[in-house]
Structures are given as C-alpha cells and as structure tokens.
C-alpha cells in the first residue's frame, strides 16, 4: 500500500480546488523528494479519470442510495484505490487495508456502474474508459478481452427460447453461442459492448454472469438426466450461506423452481403451479450488503422464492424455524479472489502465508458449520481461489473432522461428475 498512500499524499492538495499549482509543480517544484514514477503515474491517471469516477459513484449512489466514500476519511486514497479497482492496469487493488476492505464491499454495484457509463456514457467518459482497458492481460498473460461474455437466462421470469431469439435480435445471431454443458447459459461475442442496453438485461430476465459464478449452483442442484433430488412435491429449503449480491442465490433459485420456470411460448412465470415452490434462504451478515442483496432479489426472482436476511451465517442455530425444511447448502464464502480474471499476480499482504492461513481458517470453520446442520443432505462449497490452501485443503480438513466418530452409512462424501472430467476432481 506505500505506493497508494504517496500517491494519495500528492493528490490530496489537487481535490477540491481549482486555483493553485498542479501536478508538476506540487510534484517536482518543492523542497520535499519527488515522488517515484510510479507514484507520479497513478496521480496523474487517478486525475484524468476522476470526472468517470464522480459518474459512477454518482450512479452507483443514484441506483442503491450507497455513498460508497462516506465512512472514507482519507478520500484521496480512495479515489486512487478507486481508479486501480475499475481502470487502472489491472483492475484489482493491490495489497490489504481499511480502505480497500470499505471500497470492495461495493465492487460488484460499482463495476456494474462502469459498464453502463462504458455503453451510455458522453464521448470523452467512454474515451477515458476505452483507453483504459485496451490490451488488458490477465496475471498469465492471457488477453481476457478475446474471452466471451456471458448471460445467464433467469427462467423465473423469461424462457430460454424467447430469450436467445431476443439476443439474436439485438446483437446478431453470429454473435450468439449457447453454452454446451450448462443449461441456460449464452456465450456472447467478446466485441459486443452494448449488452446494459439490452431490455432483458434491465428487466431482469438475463443476467450477465461470469461462467464460473454458474457452477456452484449448478453443482448444488444437478442430477443424472431429468432426476433431481429435490424435485419433490414439498417444499425443499436451500440456504445461501454468504449470499450478497445474489447472482449465484437467484440461479439456485431458478434451477430448483423449475415448475416455475417460463414455458418455451410464455414469457411470462408460471406462478399457479400446483406444486409448491422450493424456497432459498439468503444470509448475509454486512447491513450494507444485505441492502444490495434485496434490490438484486426483488429484480430477479419474483414470488417470493429467496428470503433474504440480514443474519451471520456462523451465529446461526440448526433449530432455527427458518432451516427446518433446509436440505442444502450453497457455500461460496470471501476468499483470496486468486483465480478472478484480471486479477494481478498478488504480492506482498495478500501472497503472505499468514493471509492465507487466516482466510482458509475462516473457509474452514464455515465449511463445519455448513456440515454440522443434521438435516442438511448436499452442501456446496466453492472460492475464487486457486490456491490449494482455500480449497482442496478445506474440503479436506473439514471432512476428515467431521467424519471421526460417524458410522459408514452416515459420513459425508464428495460428490464427483462422471464422464468428461470424473478424473480431473
């Protein structure tokens, strides 16, 4: 955080006044050590960009009454960490701290933010961004803007034909790929820029999802073939554990609510089904996180098929009313963020064992109380970590302690995919 803390030294003076000296003289004109280029670089792009960065905390304030620098005493910092989040070259806030823990707590709504400035913003903010985000590799040095998009189908408020004839139509069929191995999922053309403009995208119906986002629910409810565990004619209970802002809640949601589901000449939910819906228990623990949760909910999953609250899922009791019915749990909780796609190569506090350690002790003990439930038949566990320490460790650990004393019949087991990749898990 040195570089963040000297660069945010030298932007202080230079917020809020428009007379005075600028960059270069505050910089090099003074008796003090002028700054290194590094620093002199994020100032001076940190500036350039500040007109986009007031646009998107203007709408992000706008769309979830979120004032995302108000607990912020040090708000040249946070514009800096800010200008590194969102357009900065690697998009990612290096190194740990206060700040960056206040201002990642909101970075879904403000990346959600930038994209619509990106497709509807004046000429000089796209410039800004456009600029920005050229040529962007991820730690590997792969060119993740050759990758493709993709949009989730919500089918709790749109069926999957009318959705894909929609996309055809709006962005051209060449541009338009369903997924081969998870359901209801289109792969967009990476040169599409415009999909905030899309009107499904603003009702709610298709959902602009990360690939890897879908597979935790996708696992928590998959089958072999049409049979599905919890296709019954009570209700099942799922409960997402560490659920803001709700995208993998409301896919659970809508794959366990297949009875819901819109039909192939409808795009309209079928909510008079004669068979009861299954039910999905958000928690979060943060009040603020739990405000974007219910916004994203009350979008995307009508008739009352998620339950957010506002409850940390480490206090919470097996007997609790709201877990009687509970037979799964989706599991996805804060991690190191190792594996995210544009990710920079993590140094410094994030790299240290003892970061890891803390991190994978937390996983950990939420991976036991996840177990610890008596009802709780399926327990998903997922991160966006690569780091063996935050995954196959845990899984590991937390089986190994929760099996001692339990009879064969009775102990967990994971769950392993057959066919393609049976020999890769």
């Known amino acids: 955080m040195n570089t963040y803390r000297e660069s945010?030294?030298?932007?202080a003076p230079l917020l809020g006044k428009k007379n005075g000296p600028g960059l270069k003289a505050l910089a090099f004109g003074g008796k003090n050590k002028a700054p290194t280029k590094a620093v002199f670089a994020c100032v001076s792009h940190t500036l350039r960009c500040r007109s986009v960065i007031d646009?998107?905390?203007g709408r992000?304030?706008?769309?979830?009454?979120?004032?995302v620098l108000k607990d912020i005493r040090d708000r040249a910092l946070g514009y800096v960490l800010l200008y590194e989040l969102l357009l900065g070259p690697y998009k990612s806030?290096?190194?740990?701290?206060?700040?960056?823990?206040?201002?990642?707590?909101?970075?879904?709504?403000?990346?959600?933010?930038?994209?619509?400035?990106?497709?509807?913003?004046?000429?000089?903010?796209?410039?800004?961004?456009?600029?920005?985000?050229?040529?962007?590799?991820?730690s590997s040095g792969v060119q993740t803007s050759h990758w493709p998009k993709y949009v989730r189908v919500n089918t709790l408020k749109v069926s999957l034909e009318t959705a894909v004839t929609s996309a055809q139509s709006f962005i051209g069929s060449d541009n338009v790929s369903l997924h081969t191995a998870l359901d209801n999922i289109m792969a967009i053309s990476p040169t599409v820029?415009?999909?905030y403009e899309?009107?499904?995208?603003?009702?709610?119906?298709?959902?602009?999802q990360d690939l890897s986002s879908c597979l935790t629910a996708a696992a928590l409810a998959g089958g072999?073939?049409?049979?599905?565990?919890?296709?019954?004619?009570?209700?099942?209970?799922?409960?997402?554990?560490?659920?803001a802002p709700g995208n993998k809640t409301t896919h659970l949601a809508a794959l366990v609510n297949q009875n819901l589901s819109s039909s192939k000449s409808s795009n309209k939910v079928n909510l008079s089904s004669s068979k009861s819906s299954n039910k999905v228990v958000a928690l979060d623990r943060s009040g603020d996180r739990i405000k974007i949760l219910q916004k994203r909910v009350s979008l995307l999953a009508p008739g009352g098929v998620v339950e957010p609250l506002h409850l940390d899922f480490l206090k919470t009791e097996s007997n609790d009313s709201n877990f009687s019915k509970l037979k799964a749990i989706l599991l996805d909780p804060s991690c190191?963020?190792?594996?995210?796609?544009?990710?920079?190569?993590r140094g410094g506090e994030e790299d240290t064992p003892e970061r890891l350690k803390s991190l994978s002790n937390f996983q950990l003990l939420a991976l036991l109380h996840a177990l610890s439930f008596p009802q709780v038949e399926y327990v998903a566990y997922s991160t966006c970590s690569m780091n063996n320490e935050e995954n196959e460790a845990v899984v590991s650990k937390a089986l190994q302690e929760v099996n001692e004393g339990l009879e064969g019949g009775e102990v967990w087991e994971l769950r392993r995919p057959k066919g393609e990749y049976e020999d890769k898990v």
């Open 55 to 57: 646009s998107v905390l």
């Open 60 to 67: 992000v304030k706008g769309e979830t009454q979120v004032d």
């Open 193 to 195: 820029n415009n999909l």
């Open 198 to 208: 899309w009107d499904l995208v603003k009702s709610g119906s298709v959902v602009i």
């Open 8 to 11: 945010s030294k030298l932007l």
């Open 93 to 138: 806030i290096r190194g740990g701290g206060g700040v960056k823990r206040s201002i990642m707590k909101y970075e879904k709504i403000l990346r959600e933010a930038l994209s619509h400035l990106a497709a509807h913003g004046d000429a000089a903010t796209k410039n800004h961004i456009e600029t920005s985000t050229e040529d962007t590799s991820n």
């Open 224 to 243: 072999e073939g049409s049979t599905h565990w919890w296709d019954t004619p009570k209700m099942n209970v799922f409960l997402d554990a560490c659920a």
């Open 336 to 345: 190191s963020g190792s594996g995210i796609v544009n990710s920079p190569d």
